[in-house]
């Protein structure tokens, strides 16, 4: 007779044992989707590809690993983007609290990853030449205007 009084109260306890695990792993989740940035935005030879690398390698991590966001930021940080400085990843998923358990617990909650990676002292950085500056063969100062060089 007990145990029919305790059998509601033992599956919402599962339950929400089983919703604070799905959300631990969200976060993780979302940790992971930001040292994938950070890796993507590092192995870029500038600062612009480096931005839109961290924001596709994000956005697919996360689509891979099902985590669904209402909204995804990726803030990049590039500032001194030379070979051995560091980019720093920021991502940003705001979740749906019904989707992370069966209890259908309303809200959202925003999910944060950080990460660094450092950009290979041996690695060139992409110059930033105007089309114009860029060789064309007829470039007198180039290889006589024989188009090589």
Do not use: I, K, W, Y
Not at 43 to 66: E, F, H, I, N, V
Not at 90 to 114: D, K
């Amino acid at each position: 007779m007990e145990l029919v009084l305790l059998a509601p109260v033992l599956v919402l306890l599962l339950l929400f044992v089983v919703t604070v695990g799905r959300f631990a792993s969200a976060r993780g989740l979302v940790d992971d989707a930001a040292h994938q940035a950070a890796r993507a935005a590092s192995l870029t030879r500038s600062p612009s590809a480096a931005d839109q690398a961290a924001r596709d390698a994000a956005r697919r991590a996360l689509d891979g690993a099902g985590v669904s966001c209402s909204s995804l930021a990726v803030a990049v940080d590039t500032a001194g983007f030379a070979p051995g400085a560091h980019v720093r990843v920021t991502v940003s998923c705001t979740v749906s609290l019904s989707e992370m358990g069966a209890l259908g617990v309303p809200g959202h909650r925003t999910l944060t990853g950080q990460a660094s990676s450092v950009l290979d002292q041996h690695r060139g950085v992409a110059l930033q030449f105007a089309n114009s500056d860029v060789f064309d063969g007829a470039n007198s100062r180039v290889g006589g205007g024989e188009g090589r060089v």
